[in-house]
């Protein structure tokens, strides 16, 4: 059994400085019913890490949180050394410059061409002139493979596109970290695989390292150095892709293997059903 | 009722009433909050005039098509009314006061919360279910900054100017039909308008009053647009608020403006 499951020592490059740390974190959106519960992970600087789990366990909330977009009721978030939620707004938005964001369908500028969401940035916090930013914006969108559509709307794109176009956007000012909202949701094989063999190769060829929210198992398995498995607001498993190829945990293993039933319950939490429908003798 | 009906029923109440004074509490401090974030609206003047461009410029067809034609009954209906009593010449003083006191900040105000007001809400509403905010938060821009202010701003630029049209179209539209169809003299109605009509109060309150409801309809706009739930059902219910709102707070801020303006005249 390779899999590790609630030990935080499992990392295979513990001795780099993590980029991401996240220490008995617990949040809620309503105070009486906490969406994480003590989440402990490290994301070691120049990796793809995947956070996993099915809709509504808290992924996405940790990704919130490590974008400071929602603060934590205990514990602790570091990213690249700095608790972000004691950060005030000026140096929250200064961290946030070294940061880019995939959001789930991209969430590009839609009165913005092509070229003008990617050099956003660009004329937001720099004093490039028009001719560097033109330059620059058609580096970024060649590395996506998307330099052809610097004049088209977003309207104009695929979904595929779309996820590409916010991608090279999010790279716009090379940042150290990117955090990624489930990027393979709602994509065609072809441009799934497109955006998969993006993130790893960017994260390679920038330096930089990655999170990666999903819930794409497969994808998943070929592009990242390491998982965390996140059910009911708890990690409970995690590991490299050999590792979890190979487990044979209950959770992991149903996930990988998509099936229906095991513990992640088919059945919604209900009375019983022979109660529900009268069918016992009065 | 029951004691337990009626304890339901209070708890509705008290929920009803402390949600309002929440969502006042917030709006109230998002005002704050537009006015702290306003000067990127002044140093970066070309997101401001795109603004203009789009609540003010295209809005200038259904408020000087609405102007002329309210010009026009105006004529017909004014010019009826006053003939019963000898007054008929008076036609150019009447409506020239109806519209610049009151029916050109009015009806404009009205109609820009229908056109602009409700565009702008969707706009920031749509941006938000869609994450754009969110984006651009985690780009280190505010979106007060960069999208609210912006709106906020242009939207009260552009009412005054679109009120002083409506009035002028509507003057024309009296003029067409009391001088060239009813045969009022052309002389008389512009010699009385002039007479009758003073830059100050008549005209420089109606601005004052376009400004009043330029700055009411605008923020209502933002607010509902940037409050608004995330779905569609979210934004189509904060559109319609803001409409709804927008017109209501334009009528009760004309009353009391109007107490105020013209009780010394009256």
């Given at each position: 059994m390779t899999i590790v499951a609630n030990q935080s020592d499992a990392l295979p490059t513990a001795a780099v400085p993590n980029a991401v740390e996240l220490a008995g974190v617990t949040f809620g959106y309503d105070r009486g019913r906490p969406v994480l519960k003590g989440i402990d992970l490290e994301i070691p600087r120049g990796k793809v890490v995947a956070i996993m789990g099915g809709s509504g366990c808290g992924k996405t909330t940790i990704l919130r949180l490590i974008g400071a977009q929602l603060r934590q009721q205990a514990g602790s978030v570091l990213v690249d050394g700095q608790s972000v939620g004691d950060l005030d707004r000026a140096g929250l938005f200064a961290l946030r410059r070294r940061i880019g964001m995939l959001f789930q369908f991209g969430a590009l500028f839609t009165d913005m061409s092509v070229f003008e969401n990617v050099a956003f940035q660009m004329r937001e916090h720099t004093d490039l002139d028009d001719e560097m930013i033109r330059d620059l914006v058609l580096l970024k969108l060649h590395a996506v493979g998307l330099?052809?559509?610097?004049?088209?709307?977003?309207?104009?794109?695929?979904g595929g596109m779309a996820r590409r176009v916010a991608l090279a956007r999010a790279i716009a000012l090379d940042p150290m970290l990117i955090l990624y909202d489930e990027?393979?949701?709602?994509?065609?094989p072809i441009s799934l695989g497109i955006v998969g063999q993006l993130i790893r190769k960017l994260n390679d060829a920038l330096g930089i390292t990655s999170v990666v929210v999903t819930h794409d198992v497969y994808e998943s398995l070929k592009i990242v150095d390491y998982m965390y498995f996140v059910s009911e607001g708890q990690i409970i498993a995690r590991g490299t892709p050999d590792e979890v190829r190979d487990s044979d945990d209950p959770f992991v293993r149903q996930f990988v293997d998509g099936a229906p039933d095991g513990p992640v319950p088919f059945h919604y939490p209900a009375p019983a059903y022979a109660d529900e429908l009268s069918l016992h003798a009065r | 009722m029951p004691a337990s009906g009626l304890i339901n029923v209070l708890r509705r109440i008290g929920a009803v009433t402390t949600g309002v004074i929440g969502r006042l509490g917030f709006a109230a401090r998002f005002f704050v909050a537009v006015l702290v974030h306003s000067p990127t609206a002044f140093f970066r003047p070309q997101l401001t005039i795109r603004e203009i461009y789009s609540a003010g410029v295209l809005s200038l067809v259904v408020i000087m098509v609405s102007g002329l034609f309210v010009g026009m009954v105006l004529g017909l209906q004014g010019y009826d009314t006053l003939n019963r009593y000898?007054?008929?010449?008076?036609l150019g003083v009447f409506v020239g006061l109806s519209l610049v006191r009151e029916l050109g900040p009015v009806v404009a105000g009205l109609l820009f919360a229908s056109r602009a007001g409700s565009a702008i809400t969707a706009e920031i509403g749509l941006m938000k279910t869609t994450e754009q905010l969110a984006a651009m938060e985690m780009m280190a821009v505010d979106p007060l900054a960069r999208i609210v202010a912006p709106r906020f701003w242009g939207g009260v630029v552009s009412m005054p100017m679109l009120a002083a049209l409506f009035s002028v179209m509507g003057v024309f539209g009296a003029y067409v039909v009391?001088?060239?169809?009813?045969?009022?003299?052309s002389g008389t109605f512009w010699g009385n308008m002039r007479a009758g009509i003073d830059f100050w109060p008549d005209v420089t309150n109606g601005i004052i009053k376009s400004i009043v409801f330029g700055i009411a309809v605008s923020f209502i706009a933002v607010f509902e647009g940037y409050d608004a739930q995330p779905t569609a059902a979210g934004v189509s219910a904060a559109t319609t608020r803001t409409v709804v709102i927008g017109s209501l707070a334009i009528l009760a801020l004309d009353f009391v403006l109007t107490v105020f303006m013209f009780r010394g005249t009256a």
């Open positions: 330099r052809g559509t610097s004049a088209l709307m977003p309207a104009e794109l695929s990027p393979f949701a709602g994509l065609d | 000898g007054s008929g010449d008076s009391g001088v060239r169809l009813i045969g009022v003299d």
